[in-house]
């Protein structure tokens, strides 16, 4: 489409945005049970309140000290303990970036300006962390870079993050970019003989500039978070060097046939794929992406995934961790993470608003287990210790069963002996990752979820929330703090307006088990269509129409299957659009290809011999837009003529 073909004040007609599927979060509950979201930006507050107390009295506080040793730095720093009485911190230089900087950063999420805090500049005491000679960022203070991608690339994540919110604070942007030309210089080097970058390796080797193959794992998912830190490069230097190896690192996710995924560096790419795919025309496989961190199970880490089940009395599903251990061992910071980078993401590709939603308001019930007022007190390792009386800092995680109780809320610490305490600062860090973004509405249950706070270095918008109705029946929304000038709410699900003319509050309706992505917009401004995006008064709103192909049926990855399948395929076009053509694959075999699929569809998987396969279905619309979907299946016949493996 090309620009300017409406170029008129509000006459757009209603384009709802048809739904996509999450495979994984079709098992989970629309309201979970037990239900009760705890206030998480109260927790956020008072968790930053708590572990930046210099002056906390108490067994195993205050949780900060002090560090005077100027590693990387001339003033002094400050330190924070990993775990609530871990014995081997506490020492200067043995403090983890990953908890300090997600301290800082979801701080400021929730409000709170750490670069001048009770006469403390947290922010700029973060370069402790940025090791002069390699000129990157490392784990700890005193030691060099090559020891894990993942905690690496993420301490990079977190300062170019901070650098948003702090960009007049000395020295952030030279450090952000000349970290940032050394991680080209890195995706260079790890280029293959086809002139493509090979992310199979642990780690990278600043000081001798070689990837680092340490023959136990390989985190291949680096590939994401490399690009999410060429991104922000980009977005804020404009040179495009970044943007070129950005596009590489998305390439290299994009020839995976197997997950990548290792670590929370994937959760970048789903966002990263439909950005890019708005700002810079790219047309990345989000779906794929979204599958492989919701399904985990990979051949990198293959105990390791999501949890859709439910433990005793208590709905687990939509925390992240080992699904195998202890009958399963979830964590907490990962699931933090995941709400920071898809809030975003449904900016840039609503049709994933549902089932994104649905997710968060089973983590944000959820995660409520992992502190001491979530369990009675027989299911947890430390009720005992009374040093923090809000109850603000969490277990490091929780076990499908441990000494006859269920679920059980401890940690490695007292288990394996390196600890006093199961109560985990590293993961609690991140909490304002999910508290900084969400607000509470008028309907409990209901939550208001930013979805600009976290875009960040995104370019101009209008305030964007995403909304989800978990009810069985239609609810009336209240938005409110709209200002005292006219706006409009534009929902890109529905593709219409919802109000107009709005002050200060507005409502909507919004149906049962249904979501909304709302954008506050100038009232009566100037809609015009650019490449079939909608734009208002000259900025982004919502990106162009897209079809959708979902496969329903409570299929999920990895799963055996034998005999004849029925496939319960779903296709959806844009309003105004027709179906051009649906293909189905199974393997390397066509199964199917027109413009309607035969009712009832089956899949005969005695003509396949025993192995893996990819299902697929790729769908085209009249508009020309396109859309697939896949996931793997194992067949398994034992009496098949073809039992052989594949």
């Known amino acids: 489409m090309h620009s300017n073909e409406l170029g008129q004040t509000q006459q757009e007609s209603e384009k709802s945005t048809p739904q996509k599927i999450i495979h994984l979060v079709q098992k989970m509950p629309n309201l979970p049970n037990p239900f009760e979201i705890r206030d998480w930006h109260r927790t956020a507050l008072e968790f930053d309140r708590f572990v930046f107390d210099f002056n906390l009295e108490g067994d195993y506080l205050p949780l900060i000290w002090r560090d005077r040793t100027h590693y990387n ?11 609530v009485g871990k014995h081997i911190q506490g020492g200067d230089g043995t403090q983890e970036a990953i908890t300090c900087m997600g301290a800082v950063l979801g701080a400021t999420l929730a409000g709170i300006d750490k670069s001048n805090q009770d006469g403390n500049n947290f922010v700029k005491m973060l370069q402790t962390f940025y090791n002069k000679q390699d000129k990157v960022f490392v784990w700890f203070p005193n030691v060099p870079a090559g020891d894990s991608f993942w905690y690496e690339i993420q301490s990079h994540a977190l300062y170019y993050a901070l650098a948003y919110f702090y960009p007049n604070e000395p020295e952030m942007e030279r450090i952000m970019r000349e970290s940032a030309d050394r991680w080209v210089e890195a995706v260079d080097i790890l280029k293959d003989e086809t002139g493509r970058p090979n992310f199979g390796y642990a780690s990278f080797d600043f000081r001798n500039m070689e990837p680092i193959d340490n023959g136990k794992w390989k985190e291949p998912d680096a590939a994401s978070g490399v690009a999410m830190l060429m991104y922000m490069a980009y977005s804020r230097f404009g040179d495009p060097v970044y943007l070129k190896t950005a596009e590489q690192c998305m390439e290299f996710l ?37 599958n492989w961190i919701f399904e985990g199970g990979t051949q990198i880490r293959p105990d390791w995934g999501m949890c859709t089940e439910r433990w005793a009395n208590y709905d687990m599903h939509g925390l992240v961790g080992n699904l195998k251990d202890y009958g399963g061992y979830i964590f907490l910071m990962n699931g933090f993470h995941l709400f920071s980078t898809l809030a975003p993401f449904v900016r840039y590709d609503p049709r994933y608003a549902r089932d994104v939603a649905k997710w968060m308001l089973n983590f944000a019930n959820q995660a409520k287990l992992f502190y001491v007022d979530g369990l009675p007190a027989e299911n947890q390792s430390g009720a005992d210790w009374k040093g923090d009386p809000n109850h603000v800092i969490p277990y490091e995680g929780l076990r499908k069963e441990y000494e006859g109780k269920s679920p059980y809320a401890s940690g490695d610490p007292t288990v394996l002996g390196w600890g006093k305490t199961d109560f985990s600062l590293y993961s609690g ?83 049962s088990h249904h979501a909304a992505v709302i954008v506050v917009v100038p009232a009566g401004g100037e809609m015009e269509r650019r490449n079939g995006q909608l734009w208002i008064d000259g900025v982004f709103v919502a990106p162009a129409p897209k079809p959708a192909v979902n496969l329903r049926g409570g299929l999920v990855e990895r799963q055996k299957i034998r005999g004849v399948l029925k496939l319960d395929i779903e296709a959806l076009v844009p309003e105004g659009e027709q179906i051009e053509n649906i293909k189905v694959t199974f393997g390397r075999t066509e199964l199917f290809s027109g413009k309607e699929l035969p009712r009832p569809f089956y899949l005969d998987t005695d003509r396949f011999h025993n192995g893996l396969y990819h299902l697929r279905a790729e769908l085209q619309s009249s508009g020309g837009s396109k859309d697939a979907t896949e996931i793997g299946l194992i067949v398994e016949n034992p009496t098949s003529e073809l039992s052989a493996p594949n």
């Open 73 to 83: 730095m001339d003033e002094d720093t400050f330190g924070l303990m990993s775990y």
């Open 254 to 290: 994009e020839r995976q046939t197997d997950s990548p995924y290792y670590e929370l560096l994937m959760y970048y790419s789903p966002y990263l794929a439909a950005r890019m795919d708005v700002e810079q025309g790219k047309c990345y496989d989000v779906g794929k992406f979204l």
């Open 429 to 511: 860090s991140h909490v304002g990752f999910m508290g900084g973004l969400v607000e509470k509405t008028n309907v409990e249950g209901i939550m208001k979820i930013d979805c600009l706070k976290t875009d960040y270095y995104h370019r101009e918008a209008y305030p964007t929330y995403l909304y989800f109705n978990p009810f069985g029946s239609e609810e009336t929304v209240e938005v409110t703090g709209l200002g005292d000038e006219k706006v409009d709410l534009y929902d890109t699900v529905k593709g219409t307006f919802v109000a107009r003319g709005a002050v200060r509050h507005a409502s909507f309706v919004l149906p």
